[in-house]
């Protein structure tokens, strides 16, 4: 079953405190992605991963750092939250090197920050 | 380097009207795969359609595209809305490994 999990899916947090978002895939997709969503927005990209510890980063990288130590697992740490920072935060995953193949999202995870 | 845009944030139509929304896009890479993204209301996006060859249309669940090399388009039609058509549209290239994606189009269908 093709499945990328996060989580959680949502979760509360406090203004100066840390938050990991944890994901996962089961499709040996070298390819890993974290987004975040805005209304208006769109998909904003944060961080690109290749494959383990071969990250990049995406468009709105600042305040955010990711970590992949495992193919199968990418996470998403934000060190001292802030409040603008409340958003949707969508991973995602594909092969590498095959553009025809299409990207699996995860179900988000709603993150605010007071 | 590599963008895409839609033009229109926001279409409303009537149920039964055809739908037809706007995709361009920049990319440095010069045979891109095109795609487009739906999205329903607190759910993820997923894969509408996508196409890689020039001039060929393709369909998909009543929607169809055509990807334009030489105008750099790859619009999103359909002959006659649904209500369940509601929803966030994203088109995306794919550019030398890396899928980028607009900041969508919200079509509503009212009844």
């Known amino acids: 079953d093709m499945k990328v999990t996060q989580m959680p899916r949502y979760l509360i947090k406090r203004m100066g405190e840390n938050v990991l978002l944890e994901c996962g895939q089961d499709?040996?997709?070298?390819?890993m992605y974290w987004y975040r969503q805005d209304p208006g927005l769109g998909l904003q990209l944060i961080y690109i991963?290749?494959?383990?510890?071969?990250?990049s980063e995406g468009d709105i990288p600042k305040g955010y750092r990711v970590s992949r130590k495992k193919r199968e697992h990418f996470s998403l740490i934000l060190d001292s939250a802030k409040t603008n920072q409340t958003s949707v935060y969508f991973c995602?995953?594909?092969?590498f090197g095959q553009g025809y193949t299409e990207v699996f999202f995860g179900k988000g995870t709603r993150l605010t920050v007071v | 380097g590599d963008s895409v845009t839609q033009t229109e944030g926001l279409v409303t139509l009537t149920e039964g009207l055809p739908v037809m929304l706007n995709c361009t896009y920049q990319?440095?890479?010069?045979?891109?795969?095109l795609f487009w993204y739906v999205q329903h209301l607190n759910e993820s996006p997923r894969l509408l359609l996508k196409s890689f060859t020039d001039n060929k249309r393709t369909e998909h669940q009543g929607f169809h595209a055509t990807l334009h090399k030489s105008s750099s388009s790859f619009h999103l039609q359909k002959s006659s809305a649904q209500l369940s058509d509601s929803a966030l549209y994203y088109c995306?290239?794919?550019?030398?490994?890396?899928?980028?994606f607009g900041d969508g189009t919200q079509l509503v269908v009212k009844p």
């Open positions: 990319t440095i890479y010069s045979n891109p795969f």
């Open positions: 499709m040996s997709h070298e390819t």
């Open positions: 991963s290749y494959d383990v510890d071969s990250n």
């Open positions: 995306a290239p794919n550019s030398n490994n890396r899928i980028f």
């Open positions: 995602a995953s594909s092969l």
